[in-house]
């Protein structure tokens, strides 16, 4: 079963590893974020060393199609933000995986 790693968790690991309080955990947690998200807003990439990018993307307007209807609409033009793991983060996960499926029992 997956779980979703919330900013109170976070918080709470930041308050177990470093020993700051609460508080001051939450408050680093808020700052760490904030910066981050303004960078983004302002049109920076944002690099984190062996975890990876997030990088805005200018997608253009273009013709979709309602799936259910079957009709075609405009779709506006848009920015996105994308995440581009670094290798280290993907070798990480990769070998994640590995551990995982070789725990599951065979069918």
Known sequence: MSKTLTRMDLC???H????????ESALLVETVLDCIADALVSGETVKISSFGTFSLRD?????GRNPKTGEEVPID???????RP????RDRIAAGNKAEM??????
Do not use: C, D, I, Y
């Open 77 to 83: 033009p848009r920015r996105v933000l994308s995440f």
């Open 16 to 23: 177990r590893e470093v020993g700051l309080s609460r508080n």
């Open 102 to 107: 070789a725990a599951k029992p065979a069918k």
């Open 86 to 89: 670094s290798h280290l983060m």
């Open 59 to 63: 997608k253009s307007a273009r013709m």
């Open 12 to 14: 709470e690991s930041v």
